[in-house]
């Protein structure tokens, strides 16, 4: 065996407990198996690393090992119970125990070798999106190579060529694979960075599920979708993105969902588009953006200085998609379905909402409250308490929290307190008499 | 009381008949309260003023104030009728009696308080979108702020640091409350314009709606939409844009659709992009279009010199966008619902059509002559009548009307006159003959 | 007659066996009228050709003839019996007996002449779009122009002053007319042309359509779709690309579906984006992609260097544009119809799938085998045979076949036989551990 004292220290290796002929408890250590948190910039006690982590918030990074010079990491495909967010767990199909699997990260020039172990109940393969590899390790099912059978496992190798941000999923049978969650993220880091250093690197995988109310399969025929998710989790589930006054975050966003462009948008900032998985935009070609556009198979990195203390939305900007599974389809008034347009036809409709008279913003404390009832595994339209109340919100949502300072523990600041004078409030009377706005009679232009 | 003279000038506020301290009649000649109309490029008699202001086919500016060296506006948030297009009114909610709500203007570097007034039966926030504003007055419901009761008066106030196109919008039930309307452009002009002068600066809001047949009430639940809107208006009842001949002419296309994101045509022009909701595009980074891609949540501008006189479609390219609501979701076929899919698997379907039997070109036209009866409150499939018969469009349409001279009291010019031999026309037999062309015979590649 | 020798070898003609006054064998043979294949890089035997055509996989350039100076098209607009992929023949509306229409194909600089012809049942007209054509010739129909009623020919023409990738569709009732299929590509080709020659030029028209499982007929008010295609094709009937190693190649990509913008992925390569149908994009604001977002309405020139042997798939990366009919909408549980909110809310599911337990993987075969009845007239979900077994794509997919040497006759070589060592497979025993892998205790990050 081949396992330097060397290697073993680069390895960051872990939750390989039953591996033959490794130190298992010493490997877990260097890089210990569960969800990144900000403030672990990288796995403690690893020397020599060549890169430097980036963050999957709510998710993990694969162990690997080194062995001869090669990087090898261990894919395991199987059916998986994921929490959405509190109170929606699915039943998935995953990597490693995880939803998505967990972020493969490798460094320009490594030679990887990747072996896949299918506990599926079906054939499946994987595909290194973005990346260039030789034709036979591209992983389309019946073109690249035959389908990893049930109880197989498959090894993929190649040298690494590019960096960046790309994506590893199913693409056999995709559409119902990918559906149930057979994805990661794969960040290839370059081996001599350029142009300034993140301070903070985050990375995102977008996608999009049918989640029935009460159901905890999501179903892969449909086209519409009630639950949308950044790294597999909907708000208020989301943990958030951390950020010290004045540093330099790059937000790395990659797109599997079904059928949807998602438009990221970042609340208090300007973001610049530095990547796709084609690989680094020339510094001459950048867009600034407040809204990114992430086309699905593609992904966007942005970057930009946190230079705006507080706490900040960070969201798709299609309304269905910050809202949770019971926004969607409801019949807008009583006993009549809106999709069935033969009746509609013709009717003046009254009110227009069986659900919440004047909207959905008041669903969210009624289901918390429990004076509405909800189906068992499911979650209420919007939202989550915030400091000033109830925020109606869910789904592809996360915050962005930048403080003059952070906890040292790495632990997640309380919510923002704004400085006197910088938030918006009641008007007093005096006010609006000093200013000539009056209520009552409102400016009619 | 601080309102001088000089400020009275500069303020352009109106409306505001009933403010207690202001010389309303004085205020609302200097920015008189009504649509803007091409060939307004500015409200007259304000003097000092330091933008040039845009145009909002079919919408309005916000009038305001200047107080004590800060820019003072009132939004009013409430119930409005809105006509769409001439047959078709809404019950939405927008903002000072106006769907969308008014274009907030103001210039880099300006301080600005911005007074909203909540008169909806729901409480809501107002979101500056694009715009770097304290994390206190960014307007997200529960996490920025309280949101604002139905009869409370909120103030914001931060300065202007950004310049481009933006937006504001309801941030509390957002997938209720923009369906409804409550949205509005936010033009933040540069305090040191640099590049060449547009002669023509048009602004366009985007949106979408569900409007059932025969219902004045959009619905806010749907995920599909057969109202698609320039400017809260779908053609034919959409105002055209003006242009000399050789005038350089800028659109603004921000879009605040619920789900789609808008690729915008425009015919006899090729357009640059140059600006986003993150603020202008360097030069090199510049991309050429005729259809520009707007997703929603962002801000394209283009620029192009109006150099092809004509009367010129610019239109939304999804097909089904540029329909009014009966082209969407009709059964093709008598007695079989298309949607259930169960009973059509395996039926042969004959002619495909039930309204129509060959396209819905000729609907338009039976409905205006009362030979095909539609619901109340509710627009045929298409069109207008053109200069050359029916229009065969609605929706996300207008027009962009170039010529080498314009009216000169700002009045829309009739349809445009093509000189001789430059229009498509009838073959004659001799042309066939000489031309070798046989429409019995076609070319069969 | 002004024919000259000179022109009729120009001309390239064909088809036009009725023509009065061609002599039309010889132009066929010039030209011969069949669908290209690749290998064709220009037709035979005509001389003084000053543009090297583009190749449209499965489809067709229109010939031409030049009389007086002038380049003279034909095109008609008729019903046409059209295979989308074989077992599925839909009746559509194209030109000249094809679906698409044929490409057209001209020089910067040329005058045009195009005679359109219309044998189908309703009225029609054709726009340019993206080309600059005077107004009366933009071809919208009530504004331009009257549309073109059954049985005329109408004749446009103009200069051709752009160089780009641009297409030519039906302007009148056109959510019908190009949901049943009436547009085309229009190549038009650089006077002198700049920057790197591409020793591949392929033309796509991506579009999409709506056939209920067993109908014949496209159903023009569909707002979902079930049949996406590359050139009016799916896969399996879509013909492969083909490049030699080392090769430049250029693909153009027009978009004409009635709602989607479709993000295109490449396998094994790098594409840099090169132009819109706004013209080229200047290099310094040219982005390097693999997945490439068309949005409708658009089109987007890509280029990359095939420096990578393999059969590299090709396609739309929105999962359900990858199956064909029967993958979408279909019950997810027996007896419980999934679109029915009201009777799933509050069901707890069972396992979710009525057709296949496992996926949508091994319905293909089934389908095949004859295990499985589908209704005439339609595909399987998926796929076709590959080298390894079932392929689970259809739909808009298509394969870029890279070879050291291809085939001298132009045919399309084999599957690709990778070199040894240079395809994933069934891990070794010993390999698993030689590298401290377990496939039953997976690393759990």
Not at 10 to 22: D, E, H, I, K
Not at 139 to 145: D, K, L, P, T, Y
Not at 169 to 193: K, N, V
Request: proline letters at 10%; hydrophobic letters at 35%; glycine letters at 12%.
């Amino acid at each position: 065996m081949k396992l330097s004292r060397r290697n073993a220290l680069l390895a960051g290796a872990t939750g390989l407990a039953a591996a033959p002929l490794l130190a298992a408890s010493a490997a877990a250590q260097a890089n210990p198996a569960r969800t990144m948190r900000d403030g672990e910039s990288a796995p403690p006690g690893v020397a020599g690393r060549d890169y430097r982590p980036v963050i999957t918030p709510d998710g993990a990074a694969l162990p690997y090992r080194i062995q001869g010079g090669v990087k090898i990491f261990h894919l395991v495909a199987e059916e998986v119970e994921h929490e959405f967010a509190p109170g929606l767990v699915g039943r998935c199909w995953g990597y490693n125990g995880r939803v998505h699997g967990p972020t493969i990260e490798a460094v320009e020039g490594d030679r990887l070798r990747i072996y896949v172990t299918n506990r599926l109940p079906a054939p499946t393969t994987v595909h290194w999106h973005g990346l260039v590899v030789p034709s036979g390790m591209d992983g389309v099912g019946g073109i690249s190579q035959p389908s990893i059978r049930p109880g197989e496992t498959f090894v993929y190798e190649w040298t690494l060529r590019q960096h960046g941000t790309f994506m590893y999923h199913s693409h056999h049978d995709e559409m119902t694979q990918m559906a149930l969650g057979l994805m990661g993220l794969f960040i290839a880091h370059p081996r001599r960075p350029q142009g300034p250093r993140a301070d903070r690197d985050y990375a995102y995988l977008l996608s999009e599920w049918q989640m029935h109310p009460g159901a905890s399969r999501p179903d892969p025929n449909a086209m519409e979708f009630n639950l949308l998710t950044f790294n597999a989790r909907a708000y208020p589930g989301t943990s958030p993105m951390l950020a010290r006054t004045g540093e330099r975050v790059r937000i790395r966003l990659a797109n599997l969902s079904a059928m949807d462009h998602h438009p990221i948008h970042i609340h208090g900032h300007v973001m610049t588009v530095t990547e796709t998985d084609g690989g680094p935009i020339p510094q001459s070609a950048r867009w600034p953006e407040t809204t990114v556009l992430v086309p699905t198979g593609s992904s966007r990195t942005v970057e930009f200085i946190a230079d705006n203390p507080g706490d900040w939305a960070f969201h798709c900007h299609m309304t269905h998609h910050v809202m949770n599974q019971m926004g969607h389809g409801i019949p807008n008034m009583t006993g009549v379905n809106a999709r069935r347009i033969d009746r509609a036809v013709g009717a003046i409709l009254p009110h227009y909402m069986t659900m919440g008279h004047d909207g959905m913003g008041d669903m969210g404390p009624h289901v918390e409250s429990g004076h509405m009832p909800v189906p068992g595994n499911s979650l209420p339209m919007v939202g989550a308490q915030g400091p000033h109340g109830y925020v109606t919100m869910g789904g592809m949502v996360t915050l962005l929290k930048v403080r003059n300072r952070l906890p040292a523990d790495g632990s997640h600041p309380g919510w923002y307190d704004d400085p006197p004078g910088t938030r918006a409030r009641i008007a007093r009377a005096e006010e609006l008499t000093r200013d000539g706005v009056d209520p009552a009679a409102p400016p009619r232009p």
